[in-house]
C-alpha cells in the first residue's frame, strides 16, 4: 500500500505538494517550502489501485514520491488569449 498526504500551497495558487507521510517534510528542499508557505492539508489516500488523479499524472506521482519523497503539482500554464487569436486569424509578427 502507498499512502499519499497532499497539501496545497497558502502562496501559490492551485500548487500542491505530495508526500509520502503526513506532516513529514523531510524530504522536500527548504527554499520550495519557503516558496509555497503555509501547507494546509487536503487529503490523505492509497495510490495502489487508482487509476488516474484529478490533476496530476499517476505514474509521474508515483515514480516522484518513490525517486524523491514529494512530488509538486503546479497549475497549467495559462492561455494567452490574444497569441491564440493571431494564431487563428494567420496574423505574424
Known sequence: ???????????????????????????????????????????????????SLGGADLSKVKSELNDKGFYLQLPPPEENLLDEHKKQIGHQD
Not at 14 to 25: G, I, S
Not at 26 to 49: A, C, H, I, W, Y
Open 1 to 51: 500500500m502507498q499512502l499519499c498526504t497532499v497539501y496545497r500551497s497558502a502562496k501559490k495558487a492551485d500548487t500542491y505538494l505530495y508526500v509520502e507521510k503526513n506532516n513529514d517534510f523531510s524530504k522536500v528542499p527548504e527554499q520550495l517550502r519557503t516558496l509555497l508557505g503555509n501547507l494546509t492539508l487536503v487529503m490523505t489516500f492509497n495510490l495502489d489501485g487508482r487509476k
